[in-house]
Nanobody
Framework: QVQLVESGGGSVQAGGSLELRCAASTTLFCVMGWYRQAPGKGRELVSTITRGGNPTYADSVKGRFTISRDNAKNVLYLQMNSLNTEDTGVYYC??????WGQGTQVTVSS
């Protein structure tokens, strides 16, 4: 069973930055990514990345967020810049479209 543990969430003012981290319990060869869920809304795909480093981004985060992964360390990152209040939510790490982390809260205040 693959375990994913997120960290790096927190509270920040609009315009600030946070970096999320997701540590996997084993080597993964599949696509990894980040979803988020805002209060009262469904889960939204934020970004994905292949093992080879090819990223995708939701339109709402393009140019502000950067996804990366360190395959040697089995760690996935999400660098989030120019945060705004609409980025508030619980951020989940996902691997192979089937394994989910427990989520980490990101709160952006105006």
């Amino acid at each position: 069973q693959v375990q994913l543990v997120e960290s790096g969430g927190g509270s920040v003012q609009a315009g600030g930055s946070l970096e999320l981290r997701c540590a996997a319990s084993t080597t993964l060869f599949c696509v990894m990514g980040w979803y988020r869920q805002a209060p009262g809304k469904g889960r939204e795909l934020v970004s994905t990345i292949t093992r080879g480093g090819n990223p995708t981004y939701a339109d709402s985060v393009k140019g502000r967020f950067t996804i990366s992964r360190d395959n040697a360390k089995n760690v996935l990152y999400l660098q989030m810049n120019s945060l705004n209040t609409e980025d508030t939510g619980v951020y989940y790490c996902v691997a192979c479209t089937r394994y989910w982390g427990q989520g980490t809260q990101v709160t952006v205040s105006s």
